[in-house]
């Protein structure tokens, strides 16, 4: 199995600050990598597809680059909504262990 | 707009089994790639495995293979998933979830679409 590992594990960010998150695959995955947001106690929510395509009805404060094996996420000007949980995920498999954004 | 309802909350023992079921709704269950996803209290997600769109056939995480199964009854729209010989560390909510492919620069490329209640199992003696 494709292994998955995001880095850092937890952050502390202020609101406005600008926030970038890293993925790392233990092979080449093309852009087959998604992003999601989890609040506590919520499902998870689709931010970024392929890599870098943007889902419909998120914000363009967020975005996605990377190919092959590193993969980032940024939050250009961070928001009180955004503070949750990060994850990658292979495709539809293998997810990241997880980045939590929280309050400076 | 596809609903996914799952079953309430089970307390097992260790060793023994646990079937969660995930009602569908909105959405024929024989035209949706279903998938499953746990997470342990305080941890992060972890994906079982699903229907693999690409494959036509159903594939599940190594470390799952040979303890979990996973099946439909598209007469009752219920996709159920069971995990045998359970232990302590298999406490978790487990999640059904559909799997969306998009057509993007003449690839497919997959994701978790819409999400179940999730289920709540407690493995303890």
């Known amino acids: 199995d494709i292994q998955m590992t995001q880095s850092p594990s937890s952050l502390s960010a202020s609101v406005g600050d600008r926030v970038t998150i890293t993925c790392r695959a233990s092979?080449?995955?093309?852009?087959?990598l998604n992003w999601y947001q989890q609040r506590p106690g919520k499902a998870p929510r689709l931010l970024i597809y392929?890599?870098?395509t943007l889902q419909s009805g998120v914000p363009s404060r967020f975005s996605g680059s990377g190919s092959g094996t590193d993969f980032t996420l940024t939050i250009s000007s961070l928001q009180p909504e955004d503070f949750a949980t990060y994850y990658c995920?292979?495709?539809?498999?293998?997810f990241g262990g997880g980045t939590k954004v929280e309050i400076k | 707009q596809v609903q996914l309802i799952q079953s309430g909350a089970e307390v097992k023992k260790p060793g023994a089994s646990v079937k969660v079921s995930c009602k569908v709704s909105?959405?024929?269950?024989?035209?949706?790639?279903m998938h499953w996803v746990r997470q342990a209290p305080g941890k992060g997600l972890e994906w079982m495995g699903g229907?693999?769109?690409?494959?036509?056939?159903?594939i599940s995480a190594g470390k799952f293979q040979g303890r979990v199964t996973m099946t439909e009854d598209t007469s009752t729209h219920t996709a159920y998933m069971e995990v045998s010989s359970l232990r302590s560390e298999d406490t978790a909510v487990y999640y059904c979830?559909?799997?969306?492919?998009?057509?993007?620069?003449?690839?497919?490329?997959?994701?978790?679409?819409?999400w179940g209640t999730g289920t709540a199992v407690t493995v303890s003696s």
């Open positions: 979830v559909t799997v969306r492919g998009e057509n993007y620069r003449a690839r497919y490329y997959y994701y978790m679409d819409v």
């Open positions: 392929a890599a870098s």
């Open positions: 909105g959405y024929p269950l024989s035209e949706l790639s």
């Open positions: 229907f693999a769109p690409e494959h036509g056939e159903a």
């Open positions: 092979q080449s995955i093309s852009s087959y």
């Open positions: 995920q292979q495709s539809y498999s293998t």
